[in-house]
T-cell receptor
Framework: EAQVTQNPRYLITVTGKKLTVTCSQN?????MSWYRQDPGLGLRQIYY???????DKGDVPEGYKVSRKEKRNFPLILESPSPNQTSLYFC?????????????FGPGTRLTVT | QQQVKQSPQSLIVQKGGISIINCAYE??????FPWYQQFPGKGPALLIA?????SEKKEGRFTISFNKSAKQFSLHIMDSQPGDSATYFC?????????????FGQGTRLTINP
């Protein structure tokens, strides 16, 4: 089954404790991205990757890091989480960056930072 | 600054009625306008999309109406069903930059009462 998977689905952590949210897709997609979803703000892009070893900032990159060492994986790293990073996070992938290729979203990771 | 403004924030419609969600944008470079549907606990999924060379696109009970001069587009759900209850996001981008510059509206939580 073609899908985007994220782990963990739920995470409660404390301020300053480094964490990683994993994302993997099995569709051989070139493009992957991370979004955060907050009430009243919709989805906002954090980082995206056009291919292996090629990443760039989205609209809200502060406090996040990413890496793309393999085509299928695109982990999101919070080096020192803060309460304002409490949010619902989605990983997405698509066949290509440009054009109207559909973005496929993962099931989401709900992060709470206390 | 929200590049795509979506309204209403929440909407309650009786079964069989018409649900209407509106979006407005500022950037005239946008030329691709998708709508995403998100069920609780799931990631968003592409529902229907339109390019500005047409004023309307229909897929089953779902229709996008597009007004290029007003820079507005809307989603109409005909004969709304309880299974349509979800959060809907409009989005916009241009086909050259595609997913890289996809911006989302704030979301509308739609409830269809049986």
């Amino acid at each position: 089954e073609a899908q985007v998977t994220q782990n963990p689905r739920y995470l409660i952590t404390v301020t300053g404790k480094k964490l990683t949210v994993t994302c993997s897709q099995n569709m051989n997609h070139e493009y992957m991205s991370w979004y955060r979803q907050d009430p009243g703000l919709g989805l906002r892009q954090i980082y995206y990757s056009m291919n292996v070893e090629v990443t760039d900032k989205g609209d809200v990159p502060e406090g996040y890091k990413v890496s793309r060492k393999e085509k299928r994986n695109f982990p999101l790293i919070l080096e020192s989480p803060s309460p304002n990073q409490t949010s619902l996070y989605f990983c997405a992938s698509s066949f290509s960056l440009a054009g109207d290729y559909e973005q496929y979203f993962g099931p989401g990771t709900r992060l709470t930072v206390t | 600054q929200q590049q795509v403004k979506q309204s209403p924030q929440s909407l309650i419609v009786q079964k069989g009625g018409i649900s209407i969600i509106n979006c407005a944008y500022e950037n005239t470079a946008f030329d691709y306008f998708p709508w995403y549907q998100q069920f609780p606990g799931k990631g968003p999924a592409l529902l229907i999309a339109i390019r500005p060379d047409v004023s309307e696109k229909k897929e089953g009970r779902f229709t996008i109406s597009f007004n290029k001069s007003a820079k507005q587009f809307s989603l109409h759900i005909m004969d709304s069903q309880p299974g349509d209850s979800a959060t809907y996001f409009c989005a916009a981008t241009n086909l050259i930059q595609g997913a890289q510059k996809l911006v989302f509206g704030q979301g509308t939580r739609l409830t269809i009462n049986p």
